[in-house]
């Protein structure tokens, strides 16, 4: 299975092509760069892996060939562009971009009328075990603590709170029977007065080269509750969409996320 990977040269690109290169069953199709880049025509795996490995670096995926799927980390502007471009080529797709708001989202459900794509916040098996252990922390304890959601990055990151840390939001608001909408609140400055029992707070940390840590706290009277998650490498991340593109070879058109990767229930 020969993959593509969209802004191939960037820090997480170079990092999938590693992955892609010590996976058994995938090849590195190529990459694309922006338009007028140096890298236009050169080969990824001379300028990535150390040696030549016929995967070219092009400015768009259709002067690619033989792409059998493709791993996206890029920007959500650029996501529709990639999705149009797997339908058309039937081939499925791995969506690790974050910060997509509801229509992007949405765009990724119409894909997979079509296509299959495995879609997720985050690609790492150990926060998607972290978000399992959350939906029964959070029916055993949630109803008596205070839940807050603390997550730090690296300085580059764009978006906040991550997207791993709105999906743990998410999965503690729908085992609390919440609307996540309504309990949310990202950040405290000035008299907040009280803190209400019904209520997820975010924490965001953005500093130094961070790879992703993820902390839920619940908090009761008397004890608390710290459920931790820490990359200490974008591998972690890589390995996992490198494992849901083997996985999603030959599926039907669909959309899967890291759950179905892995076999959680």
């Known amino acids: 299975m020969a993959v593509a990977i969209p802004g191939i040269m960037g820090r997480m690109g170079k990092v999938l092509a590693q992955a892609i290169h010590e996976h058994d069953a995938l090849t590195l199709a190529g990459g694309t760069v922006r338009p007028g880049s140096e890298f236009v025509g050169q080969d990824a795996g001379a300028l990535i892996l150390g040696r030549r490995c016929d995967a070219p670096i092009a400015a768009s995926l259709s002067d690619l060939s033989s792409v059998s799927g493709l791993i996206d980390f890029t920007t959500p502007e650029l996501l529709q562009s990639h999705l149009d471009w797997c339908v058309s080529a039937h081939v499925p797709a791995v969506i690790g971009t974050t910060g997509l708001n509801a229509e992007q989202k949405a765009a990724i459900g119409a894909a997979a009328t079509q296509i299959a794509v495995v879609f997720a916040p985050n690609m790492s098996v150990g926060v998607n075990v972290m978000l399992q252990l959350l ?8 109803e008596h603590s205070d839940i807050e959601v603390i997550e730090a990055h690296h300085r580059h990151k764009k978006d906040a709170p991550s997207g791993t840390a709105v999906r743990i939001g998410e999965v503690l608001a729908d085992s609390m029977g919440w609307d996540l909408d309504d309990v949310a609140v ?34 009761a009277d008397g004890e608390r509750l710290e459920i931790t998650h820490k990359a200490s490498s974008r591998m972690t991340f890589a390995t996992g969409a490198v494992r849901a593109m083997a996985w999603v070879q030959g599926k039907p058109p669909g959309l899967y996320g890291m759950d179905d990767v892995i076999g959680l229930d």
């Open 135 to 142: 939906r029964v922390a959070a029916e055993l304890v949630g």
């Open 186 to 219: 990202y950040g405290r400055e000035g008299i907040t007065g009280e803190r209400p029992h019904r209520q997820i707070g975010f924490e965001t940390i953005r500093a130094g080269d961070v790879f992703g840590d993820h902390t839920v706290l619940f908090a």
